[in-house]
């Protein structure tokens, strides 16, 4: 097959990965960054150039899109999609996936675990918010926040006020979530591919760091999952139309509470953590939906 890797970043780990992936199971795989193609729409005639020549003869592609490029990536997926190539992770999923409160909402509706949330149209009525989460502390989220970025735990109730008022003065969209205690700055990472969980890992925090995230020095080991927290991850991955996902979660007393749902989860820390080769059941993915 000929399978196209959309990356701006080439040199990434998951990136490498997935072309060596491709390459020991027969198939060409090239990377283009989707930052510099040229979509052309015409009447029955949808095509993409890439450095000036035509793309054509694709079989699949697997979108590894930024979030600071979300929309131009999405409506290059979009031209792939038309063009009748197949994509690991379709356009609406990830434009879904990107919209943090959007995600949630869907979750919630699909009737899976969450952090209680609020989310108000700059609300004056601070106190109310952190009461209504349960009082503090409070995690408060940035709605474009990546990989950790513009995440707070504001640890007292007169902190979490004053952080959410600044956010406000500043109009930036934020949402506030109840504090997990018991989970202990640690959550679970499960790799979700074609329905199934192919790989899962537990991430802690680095010394007083609440965020797990290994971007911010926290460190991941292997984790065999409950059946409740394998369960919430699939039902997670479908509700959210991802055929690839990452599915954050904390461990709770009240059971698995999603956290966020990764279009584009890296393959370096779940690879390292259980020694499989999540690249190469990708390429398996592609190969059943493709053949």
Known sequence: MNIKILSASPGLYSTQRLVEAGKKRKHTVEIIDHTKCDIVIEKKNPCIYYKGKKIENTDAVIPRIGASVTFYGTAVVRQFEMMR?????????????RDKLRSLQILSRAGLGLPKTIFTNYSKNVKEIVEQVGGAPVIIKLLEGTQGIGVILAETKKAAESVIEAFNNLQARVIVQEFIKEAGGADIRAFVVDGHVVGAMKRQG???????????????????????????????????GLGIAGVDMLQSDRGPLI???????????????????????????IERNVE
């Open 85 to 97: 190539v197949f994509s690991t992770t379709e356009s609406m999923a990830l434009v879904r996936s």
């Open 259 to 285: 956290l966020e749902v990764n279009s584009s989860p890296g393959l370096e820390g779940i690879e390292a953590a259980t020694g499989k080769d999540i690249a190469e059941t990708i390429i398996k993915y």
């Open 206 to 240: 680095a010394e007083g760091e609440f965020r797990s995230n290994l971007h911010r020095g926290g460190n991941a080991t292997v984790i065999q999952l409950s059946d409740a927290e394998e369960i919430a991850a699939i039902k997670a991955a479908k509700a959210m």
